[in-house]
């Protein structure tokens, strides 16, 4: 189980307006972090690991990521994902003019939740110091949680908690009906696939890496266990997948960092893409293994192929062996058959050759 609560921000810029990036994502987070540091911080050294309230002052929590003592988990990483997001729009006009409005997000994760105020506290304070090069100031009109308004600019400042959900994976109703999945990559994102960067990541990838983070997310900020121990059929529901459409592409982005005092050029993958997700082989959790290492595979007029790697003079290798041309078992619908072309790919990229 994770915890989670969103606030979302309606603001309007004031001033004489200026630019700001199209996507704004980087300019919110670098300005939150510096501004929310300036007033939770009352320490002259200003030396996070020096200070005795680290473990407890909302900016480290937030911002630093900090690892609990005796872990054994990403052990050789010095920090851990920080336990919030940024929920921003896709690119937006850099031209800001006083009085246009704008509306963004932030999620918090685990014990995260506790810090809300402090994150609207700080939301409050960079209207007043200004946003991007131009320092073009706003007014936050109010700030919601999806279920109730946390404050009202009208109201006089009076501020409520969000109300915090528990996030839980539970399996779908409709596991075995093809179904339709649309991503979209508001900002740029970058994915990595067997350690190298993917500038075009399909479901397998994207699913891989959200999982990942899931977890990761889970162990340090929630209780126990999100993601099941098997995911063997997401992945091969995902492997099997069929791209229906995709405007997927490449970006680079220029954006002036504060920190550095210089230009920096952000990239990512951007865009949306579709796929449908068709019915997958259901075997045991043994067969499912030797499938997956590539001891055998299935061919697309669905009969199985056995590595001829295997050794038919061992007891468990032969049994396999027997199984060389047979058919597989397959359901009436056609809709719900395990997708040819993910058969294809196994087994010129998974089936063990001699």
Known sequence: MLKTADLA?????????????????????????????????????RDCPRCILQSRCAYPCLFEGLAPDGRTFMRK?????????????????????????????IRLFGPAVEFAPYVVFAVLEMGQRGLGRDRIPFDVLAVHDGHQELYLRERGGDLRLPKVREVTLAESEHADSPARVTLRFATPSRLRTEGRLNRLPDLSAVLRAALRRLRVLSHFYGTGELIPADTADLFGSAEAAQLLQSTLRWHRIPRFSTRQNQEIVMDGVVGEASWEIRGTAMICPVHHWCFDEGLFSVSPDYRITVSPTLDPGRETEDRLLDLNGQPIRLPGDERYRPAGEALEWHQKNRLLSA
């Open 77 to 105: 990483y010095p920090y851990v994902p920080q336990p919030f997001v940024l929920r921003v729009n896709t690119e937006e006009p850099r031209q800001i003019a006083p009085g246009d409005v704008y509306e963004y997000g």
């Open 9 to 45: 921000f309606r603001i309007r810029f004031a001033g004489e307006g200026g630019r700001l990036p199209s996507y704004r994502g980087s300019t919110l987070r670098g300005a939150f972090g510096y501004v929310l540091k300036d007033v939770v911080c009352h320490v002259h050294h």
